[in-house]
């Protein structure tokens, strides 16, 4: 038995409650995990208020977590007990303090890289890998419009572009955040409660616009971010923390010879060669310190109803994390 967030019914925040549930034997394939942080993102929650009806209730939401093999099942390859391991599935369950996973979604973690940020990781740093290398692979001189660039993916995402060699502007909600967007990266930071985003993006590049812009905004954001494009510039649409966005009119993009993509993680990491490829990129930017990934903030898996509010408020800066 342990303790695990069980979702009945759709709703708000208040709807994820504490609960004892059965974990079991892991099965062939499968290992069972001693959770010691749970990643908390907007994925989750969608899932919470139906939004996204990808999880069977009652269910354990969660997609990523970090913690220890405390037993093995049969035909399980390339782990053991003891292992340090990080994951993300959509098979959900991660609001749990142990649970049986298949291994295939594991990846060890380098010793210098501890449970809480690798918690944080799998769903965000593997998606910051996909947009900056896969989505819209950034060149140098390339100019990126990251919005939420104080969020968990956008400090990361921005970092990464910097690296890269591209120009980076952000937008962010307040003057807090525009400093933690500055120390990731960001050339020119856009208060877009203060000024319009795409009148100032327009500015900043002297009418020609961005090469790419990474929306995880959704609704309040999509069609600005269009016009902010240059010719043959691509949006890159990976959330909608804002809500779904509207259909497209496909000539709308024929403006700028425009192109949308909407990446999900699972379609890049859906072998083991290409999780571990990603995991390695993601991993050796960390160790070299090319990515810096700072501690999250911590609430206990009880308050995971908290964890929400605070994220669907936009009051967090960076990562958050559940502690079973």
Same mark, same amino acid.
């Given at each position: 038995?342990?303790?695990?967030?069980?979702?009945?019914?759709? &709703?708000?925040?208040?709807? !994820?409650?504490?609960?004892?549930?059965?974990? $079991? /034997?892991?099965?062939? +394939?499968? #290992?069972?995990? *001693?959770?010691?942080?749970?990643?908390?993102?907007?994925?989750?929650?969608?899932?919470?208020?139906?939004?996204?009806?990808?999880?069977?209730?009652?269910?354990?939401?969660?997609?990523?977590?970090?913690?220890?093999?405390?037993?093995?099942?049969?035909?399980?390859?390339?782990?053991?007990?003891?292992?340090?391991?990080?994951?993300?599935?959509?098979?959900?369950?991660?609001?749990?303090?142990?649970?049986?996973?298949?291994?295939?979604?594991?990846?060890?973690?380098?010793?210098?890289?501890?449970?809480?940020?690798?918690?944080?990781?799998?769903?965000?740093?593997?998606?910051?890998?996909?947009?900056?290398?896969?989505?819209?692979?950034?060149?140098?001189?390339?100019?990126?419009?990251?919005?939420?660039?104080?969020? &968990?993916?956008?400090?990361? !995402?921005?970092?990464?572009?910097?690296?890269? $060699? /591209?120009?980076?502007? +952000?937008? #962010?909600?307040? *003057?807090?955040?525009?400093?933690?967007?500055?120390?990731?990266?960001?050339?020119?930071?856009?208060?877009?409660?203060?000024?319009?985003?795409?009148?100032?993006?327009?500015?900043?590049?002297?009418?020609?616009?961005?090469?790419?812009?990474?929306?995880?905004?959704?609704?309040?954001?999509?069609?600005?971010?269009?016009?902010?494009?240059?010719?043959?510039?691509?949006?890159?649409?990976?959330?909608?923390?804002?809500?779904?966005?509207?259909?497209?009119?496909?000539?709308?993009?024929?403006?700028?010879?425009?192109?949308?993509?909407?990446?999900?993680?699972?379609?890049?990491?859906?072998?083991?060669?290409?999780?571990?490829?990603?995991?390695?990129?993601?991993?050796?930017?960390?160790?070299?310190?090319?990515?810096?990934?700072?501690?999250?903030?911590?609430?206990?898996?009880?308050?995971?109803?908290? /964890?929400?509010?605070?994220?669907?408020?936009?009051?967090?800066?960076?990562?958050?994390?559940?502690?079973?």
């Amino acid at each position: 038995m342990a303790d695990a967030i069980v979702l009945r019914e759709p &709703g708000g925040p208040e709807v !994820l409650r504490l609960e004892t549930v059965e974990v $079991g /034997a892991p099965g062939p +394939g499968e #290992v069972r995990l *001693r959770q010691t942080a749970v990643g908390v993102n907007f994925h989750d929650c969608y899932v919470r208020s139906g939004s996204y009806q990808t999880l069977r209730l009652p269910g354990i939401p969660g997609l990523e977590a970090a913690g220890e093999v405390i037993e093995a099942g049969p035909d399980v390859e390339g782990f053991a007990v003891g292992d340090r391991v990080a994951y993300f599935t959509g098979a959900y369950g991660g609001y749990a303090a142990e649970r049986v996973i298949a291994a295939r979604h594991l990846v060890k973690l380098p010793p210098t890289v501890g449970d809480a940020v690798a918690a944080t990781l799998m769903v965000k740093g593997l998606t910051a890998q996909l947009l900056v290398r896969q989505a819209h692979a950034v060149q140098a001189g390339q100019t990126v419009l990251a919005h939420a660039a104080a969020g &968990g993916v956008g400090t990361l !995402l921005c970092q990464w572009a910097k690296h890269l $060699g /591209a120009r980076v502007i +952000g937008t #962010v909600g307040s *003057r807090e955040k525009a400093a933690a967007a500055r120390a990731a990266g960001c050339d020119d930071v856009i208060l877009y409660r203060d000024e319009d985003f795409v009148e100032r993006t327009r500015m900043l590049t002297e009418g020609r616009g961005v090469d790419v812009v990474y929306d995880a905004v959704g609704r309040d954001t999509f069609y600005g971010s269009l016009d902010c494009l240059a010719p043959r510039g691509r949006l890159v649409n990976y959330g909608q923390a804002s809500g779904p966005v509207e259909p497209l009119a496909m000539q709308a993009l024929s403006r700028g010879s425009f192109s949308v993509v909407r990446p999900m993680l699972f379609h890049y990491a859906a072998t083991r060669d290409e999780l571990d490829a990603m995991a390695d990129d993601l991993f050796s930017l960390i160790e070299n310190g090319v990515l810096d990934a700072p501690a999250p903030a911590e609430l206990p898996l009880a308050d995971a109803a908290e /964890a929400h509010r605070r994220l669907e408020a936009r009051e967090t800066t960076g990562a958050l994390i559940l502690r079973p």
